[in-house]
């Protein structure tokens, strides 16, 4: 007979081992599934939290209405990708004397001293090399400073001596890829013809090629037909056949 210590230590039967076998099968497997669901939790919970779904992320991928009216704006407290131009660069240095005002119906300009006292000599092509700007406010002191400056008594005076120096850079808007550009460098012309009369019609040979190769866009066949027209009127009969030799299509006003 066997003794009762004996029987306590009785072998375990095959199907004991089985069945504790499973068990512990089962429980590894719960395990693991909930490391599974956990770190499924954890993925969901970072990217609902990723900066793709922050308000400052929303704002880009869904630009604001205010966007619309000046989109290309500069912001003066995020980083630029590129350098400053050279207008940018003097009008942030205070190199032009005068800023923009914001009103709610239209912008204007307030300068520092009467437009009168200031010397056109270099401001005058300083203003109108930033008429190839794209970036706003910079777009509209160039060509709204420039407009204003030709205003003043005695422009002509001041004006006429640099057109050796502003022809270059007017021309250097007429060439420019941006329309917008192009069309701001054809009114500029057309302010500095009412000013200067006759004395631009030296230098209108130069540009004429680059309004020519405009002329073949639709768009601005009529602006550009418009202006030639106010060259003709305030240049007079020389620069009629200076115009007709560039542009032997061109209609004058005397028709």
Not at 208 to 234: G, V, Y
Request: glycine share 6%; net charge positive.
């Amino acid at each position: 007979m066997l003794s009762k210590r004996q029987v306590m230590q009785k072998p375990q039967c095959h199907g004991d081992v089985q069945l504790r076998n499973r068990v512990t099968g089962d429980s590894n497997q719960r395990t693991s599934s909930g490391t599974q669901i956990q770190h499924r939790t954890t993925v969901q919970r970072s990217k609902s939290s990723s900066p793709t779904s922050s308000p400052q992320s929303a704002g880009k991928l869904h630009p604001r209405p205010s966007d619309k009216l000046n989109p290309k704006t500069i912001n003066p407290f995020g980083e630029q990708s590129r350098a400053p131009s050279a207008f940018a660069a003097i009008y942030s240095k205070g190199g032009i004397p005068c800023r923009l005002v914001h009103g709610s119906v239209k912008h204007r300009l307030q300068w520092e001293c009467p437009p009168d006292n200031l010397p056109f000599d270099p401001l005058l092509i300083t203003l109108a090399e930033g008429l190839r700007e794209t970036r706003h406010p910079y777009t509209f002191v160039s060509k709204e400073g420039f407009r204003e400056l030709l205003l003043v008594q005695g422009a002509p005076e001041k004006a006429v001596p640099l057109l050796p120096r502003l022809i270059p850079v007017l021309k250097a808007a007429l060439v420019h890829l941006d329309d917008e550009v192009f069309e701001r460098g054809l009114n500029a012309l057309v302010q500095l013809s009412v000013v200067v009369g006759p004395s631009l019609n030296d230098h209108l040979k130069h540009l004429l090629t680059s309004l020519s190769k405009r002329l073949r866009d639709k768009k601005f066949k009529e602006p550009i037909s418009s202006a030639l027209q106010k060259l003709e009127q305030h240049g007079g009969s020389g620069s009629l056949t200076i115009i007709k030799s560039k542009i032997p299509t061109y209609c004058s006003i005397c028709c």
